[in-house]
């Protein structure tokens, strides 16, 4: 066994309630290798101590003896970044600087020549300008869309309020996150799918691919539908929301108005307020899935042994990787697969699952590997079929693969571990 | 002698703004909102304006703040004030969404001859002219309401109460809804990309047959600087193309540019659109919204066509060029004129399945029947050219020697009359229903579907001889649930990829014309028994992921619009 190629990889699974995190460790000859893939959540369990965010962050750093090889934050939603927020030195967001990565990898759409307010004239698209700048409006999006359910609260029913506050703070900047990961680390590496990953050199004997997310280019040439993007709706919706930031919001501050609706309007100003409530919601989850989809794809490949963690990408991230044959060859045997954003309904596209040929009923050596991490009832409604985890999906995937959510994490165990034997 | 006051006036001034508030005119040295008084119907209105079709009440939710309701007991309030009053009052806001909303009502009325319903089951529609904090605008079948949101835009608020284009085109889908409620069904791109380019089509001719709107417009193509300088616009500058530069791109130009999130730009689009037979078999105009440019695209044309065609005609006579406001005048009559003719062709369209092809030959026999003699303005001929360039033959075929080309074919002979009767035939569907069913052989309908007599509607239209012409329309629809299995029985190919047990339903219909004696004129009719329509369709349905998807009828004009600003399909090949 040549000493450049790692003996096996242990998965640590944590248990941060609905969120991301999870560990990487290559077992070389020499010494181990760590790699963080994603740290966030947006709800922990009840059960979960108040520091439970620390408490990972410390486990980390011990785990990796100080030093991280590589952080990925797949993209930066909140309960996939939340836990790289700093506080004064004392943050586990510091923790993990402290671990000073050598490398950080994230979506194309975080390089910093392609935000909105960079002054230099840079290698990246105006096409892909305006789409990163368009992501920038979606957070004033939830943010104004936050404040407008605390004027609507009862007028809109709690399953809506619950569900627009919820994704309405994760789409928010999370500033502090998103400083920490761009100062953090040595080298920087902005992805895309087919771009190099940055960790060739950190990883010997591993080859990781580049799945997702696609550029704006990229992503044109696999729709057959008009391909002007909805950047303009964005920023025109980031701005429409600017009005209720000021003062009471009103309109007509001279205008009169009932402080009791008269009997006669009653009846449209309920059916209005329920409207608005779907109106929002129906939004926040158009923008959610746009920010779900800067997900980076990675694909590790040790030997015959395959690793896949997309992230959150869901349909139209995946669909210009499948539209490549060579990469529906690399994915046909996936041995580790980490199920696509919690478990929800569209993030396993059939053509992606179809493709796994390790999915068996029965128990082997080669059957499919499944790890979710995800917690119920904070996303989604089972009468619209929009929960998460889908119980139609999880039900496929306990049938077909060792299935392991961390939601059976419960007490005090913060992770699970899982070894693959890569010799 | 004391005595019976005189009768009330029928129609009422009111002030609106006649585009939207960046469209402006020069007044001395400044610039100001071009505004418009029209003409609305009389009532005596109630607090809000609440009238006996419209409600305006003017709730934020946004905001959660209730307006207290404008009081427009008499006159025109708004006739004489400052662009800064027009912007600031929610009183004008809803005095400009109420007189629109009952113009267009008003216009469909006198189109078709009879009081026309709304979508829904209910006589006044509600308006929230400051719904919310969104750029949308839509109806709402299930809240019986038409809501217009308002945003901040770069430099004001933007109020999409304030559009006429916008409010015209949400009034029509409310009406279109009423008066063909299958339109909405799951069809084919061409009936969904019909709501939306006819909704346009109506908006557009609502705008431009106000003289106000073509007489700032027309300035900008026919080097008439200013209006003060000449009364007389030179015959060589009316022709197609700079009519088109300066009133579609003209208006398109002046438009606010921030209600596209809104619209779209179905002005602009369509005047840039030139004729072409390929779109409508290029899969990039599968897509509805965009196949509904094809649709506006040739009607806007026919407008142009028809007013150079008026204009060059008096040209001739008028050496030195003509008086500017006899080009207004025309230009604004021609649109009157075709927006009369686009209501009114409602009535002769199939209610189910319709495709553009269909609506022209329903656009053409509608007018025939009222205004045999096309002569002065060749409306009929240049609308059929116009389609045809877009590829858009009329569906019906040439039946009989001497018949204009493209209108409905008679019915088909040996109807049996003998077991209705005459009077209950004009507002009974269950008679409507019995004639129908006595018939059901000659008028082709499918024996085993479930059959429903939609409407019924007598109507009377004033015809330019002076006479009165009567009409009975009634619409049915059939339809039939099968297995997917099962559709091969009635010749109809399912997508091979279908699973054997899907349900489908599969829809046909038709309208029926009876003139001022009860005989039937037209039945115009998509037989449920049209195999290759049907496979086209259900092809149309799987590709696009309708059966994946399964159809929700929720709140589907406000997803529609959101789709269109957003410039993404109305339905997605998906995969779950």
């Given at each position: 066994?040549?000493?450049?190629?790692?003996?096996?990889?242990?998965?640590?699974?944590?248990?941060?309630?609905?969120?991301?995190?999870?560990?990487?460790?290559?077992?070389?000859?020499?010494?181990?290798?760590?790699?963080?893939?994603?740290?966030?959540?947006?709800?922990?369990?009840?059960?979960?101590?108040?520091?439970?965010?620390?408490?990972?962050?410390?486990?980390?750093?011990?785990?990796?003896?100080?030093?991280?090889?590589?952080?990925?934050?797949?993209?930066?939603?909140?309960?996939?970044?939340?836990?790289?927020?700093?506080?004064?030195?004392?943050?586990?967001?510091d923790?993990?600087a402290?671990?000073?990565?050598?490398?950080?990898?994230?979506?194309?759409?975080?390089?910093?020549?392609?935000?909105?307010?960079?002054t230099?004239?840079?290698?990246?698209?105006s096409?892909?300008?305006?789409?990163v700048?368009?992501?920038?409006?979606?957070?004033?999006?939830?943010?104004?869309?936050?404040?407008?359910?605390?004027?609507?609260?009862?007028?809109?029913?709690?399953?809506?309020?619950?569900?627009?506050?919820?994704?309405?703070?994760?789409?928010?900047?999370?500033?502090?996150?998103?400083?920490?990961?761009?100062?953090?680390?040595?080298?920087?590496?902005?992805?895309?799918?087919?771009?190099?990953s940055?960790?060739?050199?950190?990883?010997?004997?591993?080859?990781?691919?580049v799945?997702?997310?696609?550029?704006?280019?990229?992503?044109q040439?696999?729709?057959?539908?008009?391909?002007?993007d909805?950047?303009?709706?964005?920023?025109?919706?980031?701005?429409?929301?600017?009005?209720?930031?000021?003062?009471?919001?009103?309109?007509?501050?001279?205008?009169?108005?009932?402080?009791?609706p008269?009997?006669?309007?009653?009846?449209?100003?309920?059916?209005?307020?329920?409207?608005?409530?779907?109106q929002?919601?129906?939004?926040?989850?158009a923008?959610?899935?746009?920010?779900?989809?800067?997900?980076?794809?990675?694909?590790?490949?040790?030997?015959?042994k395959?690793?896949?963690?997309?992230?959150?990408?869901?349909?139209?991230?995946?669909?210009?990787?499948?539209?490549?044959?060579?990469?529906?060859?690399?994915?046909?045997?996936?041995?580790?697969?980490?199920?696509?954003?919690?478990?929800?309904?569209?993030?396993?596209?059939?053509?992606?699952?179809?493709?796994?040929?390790?999915?068996?009923?029965?128990?082997?050596?080669?059957?499919?590997?499944?790890?979710?991490?995800?917690?119920?009832?904070?996303?989604?409604?089972?009468?619209?079929?929009?929960?998460?985890?889908?119980?139609?999906?999880?039900?496929?995937?306990k049938?077909?693969?060792?299935?392991?959510?961390?939601?059976?994490?419960k007490?005090?165990?913060l992770?699970?571990?899982?070894?693959?034997?890569?010799? | 002698?004391?005595?019976?006051?005189?009768?009330?006036?029928?129609?009422?001034?009111?002030?609106?703004?006649?585009?939207?508030?960046s469209?402006?005119?020069k007044?001395?040295?400044?610039?100001?909102?071009?505004?418009?008084?029209?003409?609305?119907?009389?009532?005596?209105?109630?607090p809000?304006?609440s009238?006996?079709?419209v409600q305006?009440?003017d709730?934020?939710?946004?905001?959660?703040?209730?307006?207290?309701?404008?009081?427009?007991?008499?006159?025109?309030?708004?006739?004489v004030?400052?662009?800064?009053?027009?912007?600031?009052?929610?009183?004008?806001?809803?005095?400009?969404?109420?007189a629109?909303?009952?113009?267009?009502?008003?216009?469909?009325?006198?189109?078709?001859?009879?009081?026309?319903?709304?979508?829904?089951?209910?006589?006044?529609?509600?308006?929230?002219?400051?719904?919310?904090?969104?750029?949308?605008?839509?109806?709402?079948?299930?809240?019986?309401?038409?809501?217009?949101?308002?945003?901040?835009?770069?430099e004001?608020?933007?109020?999409?109460?304030l559009?006429?284009?916008?409010?015209?085109?949400?009034?029509?889908?409310?009406?279109?809804?009423?008066?063909?409620?299958?339109?909405?069904?799951?069809?084919?791109?061409?009936?969904?990309?019909?709501?939306?380019?006819?909704?346009?089509v109506?908006?557009?001719?609502?705008?431009?047959?106000?003289?106000?709107?073509?007489?700032?417009?027309i300035?900008?193509?026919?080097?008439?600087?200013?209006?003060?300088?000449?009364?007389?616009?030179?015959?060589?500058?009316?022709?197609?193309?700079?009519?088109?530069?300066?009133?579609?791109?003209?208006?398109?130009?002046?438009?606010g540019?921030?209600?596209?999130?809104?619209?779209?730009?179905?002005?602009?689009?369509?005047?840039?659109?030139?004729?072409?037979?390929?779109?409508?078999?290029?899969?990039?105009?599968?897509?509805?919204?965009?196949?509904?440019?094809?649709?506006?695209?040739?009607?806007?044309?026919?407008?142009?066509?028809?007013?150079?065609?008026?204009?060059?005609?008096?040209?001739?006579?008028?050496?030195?060029g003509?008086?500017?406001?006899?080009?207004?005048?025309?230009?604004?009559?021609?649109?009157?004129?075709?927006?009369?003719?686009?209501?009114?062709?409602?009535?002769?369209?199939?209610?189910?399945?319709?495709?553009?092809?269909?609506?022209?030959?329903?656009?053409?026999?509608?007018?025939?029947?009222?205004?045999?003699?096309d002569?002065?303005?060749?409306?009929?001929?240049?609308?059929?050219?116009?389609?045809?360039?877009?590829?858009?033959?009329?569906?019906?075929?040439?039946?009989?020697?001497?018949?204009?080309?493209?209108?409905?074919?008679?019915?088909?002979?040996?109807?049996?009359?003998?077991?209705?009767?005459?009077?209950?035939?004009?507002?009974?569907?269950?008679?409507?229903?019995?004639?129908?069913?006595?018939?059901?052989k000659a008028?082709?309908?499918?024996?085993?579907?479930?059959?429903?007599?939609?409407?019924?509607?007598?109507?009377?239209?004033?015809?330019?001889?002076?006479?009165?012409?009567?009409?009975?329309?009634?619409?049915?629809?059939?339809?039939?649930t099968?297995?997917?299995?099962?559709?091969?029985?009635?010749?109809?190919?399912?997508?091979?990829?279908?699973?054997?047990?899907?349900?489908?339903?599969?829809?046909?219909?038709?309208?029926?014309?009876?003139?001022?004696?009860?005989?039937?004129?037209?039945?115009?009719?998509?037989?449920?028994?049209?195999?290759?329509?049907?496979?086209?369709?259900?092809?149309?349905?799987?590709?696009?992921?309708?059966?994946?998807?399964?159809?929700?009828?929720?709140?589907?004009?406000?997803?529609?619009h959101?789709?269109?600003?957003?410039?993404?399909?109305?339905?997605?090949?998906?995969?779950?």
């Amino acid at each position: 066994m040549p000493a450049t190629k790692p003996q096996s990889m242990t998965l640590r699974t944590y248990q941060v309630g609905f969120g991301d995190c999870f560990l990487l460790t290559f077992h070389y000859a020499k010494r181990d290798r760590h790699v963080l893939i994603d740290f966030g959540s947006t709800g922990q369990p009840k059960t979960a101590p108040a520091d439970l965010m620390l408490q990972v962050a410390n486990n980390i750093k011990e785990r990796c003896g100080g030093k991280l090889d590589a952080v990925v934050a797949t993209h930066r939603h909140k309960d996939h970044i939340s836990g790289f927020t700093t506080s004064k030195g004392k943050g586990s967001g510091d923790i993990i600087a402290s671990c000073e990565p050598t490398v950080v990898i994230q979506p194309w759409t975080e390089d910093p020549d392609a935000q909105p307010d960079a002054t230099q004239a840079t290698h990246v698209s105006s096409g892909a300008k305006a789409f990163v700048s368009s992501l920038h409006s979606m957070h004033a999006v939830s943010e104004s869309l936050l404040l407008e359910i605390q004027r609507l609260r009862g007028g809109i029913s709690r399953t809506a309020f619950n569900q627009l506050a919820f994704l309405g703070e994760d789409n928010l900047t999370n500033r502090s996150a998103v400083e920490n990961l761009m100062t953090m680390g040595k080298h920087h590496y902005y992805v895309n799918a087919g771009s190099k990953s940055g960790l060739a050199t950190i990883l010997p004997g591993v080859k990781t691919y580049v799945l997702g997310p696609p550029t704006v280019k990229q992503s044109q040439a696999i729709t057959k539908m008009r391909s002007k993007d909805p950047d303009e709706f964005w920023h025109l919706l980031g701005l429409a929301g600017q009005s209720l930031k000021r003062g009471n919001g009103q309109l007509f501050p001279k205008a009169e108005t009932y402080a009791a609706p008269p009997a006669q309007t009653r009846w449209l100003i309920h059916r209005m307020q329920a409207l608005r409530g779907d109106q929002m919601l129906e939004l926040v989850r158009a923008l959610d899935t746009v920010m779900n989809n800067t997900s980076v794809i990675l694909l590790f490949q040790v030997g015959d042994k395959k690793f896949l963690f997309p992230g959150d990408a869901q349909l139209e991230n995946w669909a210009y990787a499948l539209s490549q044959e060579k990469n529906r060859k690399l994915l046909a045997d996936v041995h580790l697969y980490k199920v696509g954003h919690h478990g929800s309904l569209n993030a396993t596209p059939k053509s992606l699952w179809g493709l796994f040929t390790n999915r068996a009923p029965l128990q082997s050596a080669k059957r499919l590997n499944c790890v979710v991490s995800t917690m119920a009832g904070k996303h989604g409604t089972p009468s619209k079929g929009t929960e998460v985890p889908r119980s139609k999906l999880v039900e496929e995937l306990k049938k077909m693969s060792n299935y392991f959510t961390t939601q059976d994490l419960k007490g005090k165990n913060l992770f699970k571990d899982f070894t693959f034997d890569l010799t | 002698m004391v005595r019976e006051s005189l009768p009330q006036p029928r129609t009422r001034k009111m002030t609106i703004i006649a585009q939207d508030p960046s469209v402006r005119v020069k007044e001395g040295r400044s610039l100001r909102i071009l505004t418009a008084r029209v003409d609305v119907p009389a009532e005596e209105l109630a607090p809000g304006p609440s009238g006996h079709r419209v409600q305006v009440i003017d709730y934020d939710s946004s905001n959660n703040t209730l307006y207290k309701p404008a009081r427009l007991t008499d006159g025109d309030p708004y006739e004489v004030v400052t662009d800064a009053q027009l912007l600031s009052d929610p009183g004008f806001h809803a005095q400009n969404v109420f007189a629109i909303v009952m113009r267009t009502l008003a216009r469909f009325e006198f189109a078709l001859g009879r009081r026309v319903s709304w979508g829904f089951n209910g006589h006044q529609i509600k308006v929230a002219p400051h719904a919310f904090a969104d750029a949308n605008a839509f109806y709402s079948e299930q809240d019986r309401a038409l809501m217009f949101g308002y945003f901040q835009g770069q430099e004001n608020m933007v109020f999409s109460c304030l559009s006429h284009d916008v409010i015209a085109h949400e009034t029509t889908h409310a009406l279109v809804d009423g008066l063909r409620e299958r339109y909405t069904d799951p069809s084919s791109p061409e009936q969904a990309a019909f709501h939306e380019g006819f909704a346009d089509v109506v908006a557009l001719l609502s705008i431009f047959s106000l003289p106000a709107v073509v007489e700032t417009v027309i300035d900008l193509g026919t080097n008439a600087p200013d209006k003060n300088a000449s009364e007389l616009i030179k015959a060589s500058a009316l022709t197609a193309a700079r009519l088109r530069r300066s009133a579609l791109f003209g208006l398109a130009d002046e438009m606010g540019q921030e209600l596209s999130g809104i619209r779209g730009n179905p002005l602009r689009r369509s005047a840039e659109l030139p004729p072409s037979k390929e779109y409508i078999d290029s899969p990039e105009y599968i897509e509805p919204h965009k196949r509904g440019e094809i649709f506006v695209a040739a009607i806007m044309n026919a407008f142009i066509e028809v007013w150079v065609n008026r204009l060059q005609g008096l040209g001739k006579k008028a050496r030195g060029g003509l008086d500017r406001r006899r080009v207004v005048e025309e230009g604004a009559n021609i649109a009157d004129s075709l927006l009369t003719m686009a209501i009114r062709a409602l009535d002769y369209a199939p209610p189910v399945d319709l495709q553009f092809c269909d609506f022209l030959s329903a656009l053409l026999t509608a007018d025939r029947e009222i205004r045999p003699d096309d002569s002065r303005y060749n409306f009929r001929s240049i609308l059929r050219s116009s389609f045809e360039s877009y590829g858009m033959p009329p569906t019906s075929r040439p039946h009989a020697d001497g018949d204009e080309r493209g209108i409905w074919e008679s019915p088909p002979v040996g109807l049996t009359y003998d077991r209705t009767h005459f009077e209950s035939m004009q507002r009974d569907p269950d008679e409507v229903f019995r004639f129908i069913w006595e018939n059901r052989k000659a008028l082709d309908l499918f024996e085993e579907a479930y059959s429903h007599v939609l409407s019924v509607r007598p109507c009377m239209r004033v015809a330019p001889d002076g006479f009165v012409l009567r009409e009975t329309v009634a619409e049915y629809m059939q339809m039939i649930t099968l297995a997917a299995s099962e559709l091969k029985s009635l010749g109809i190919t399912a997508p091979p990829e279908m699973p054997p047990e899907t349900d489908v339903t599969i829809y046909g219909g038709g309208a029926l014309v009876f003139d001022e004696y009860g005989r039937l004129k037209f039945h115009i009719s998509n037989r449920i028994l049209n195999a290759d329509r049907q496979t086209r369709r259900l092809k149309y349905l799987w590709e696009f992921g309708y059966f994946q998807q399964g159809s929700s009828a929720f709140r589907r004009f406000a997803n529609l619009h959101r789709l269109r600003a957003m410039n993404l399909p109305t339905v997605m090949p998906g995969e779950e």
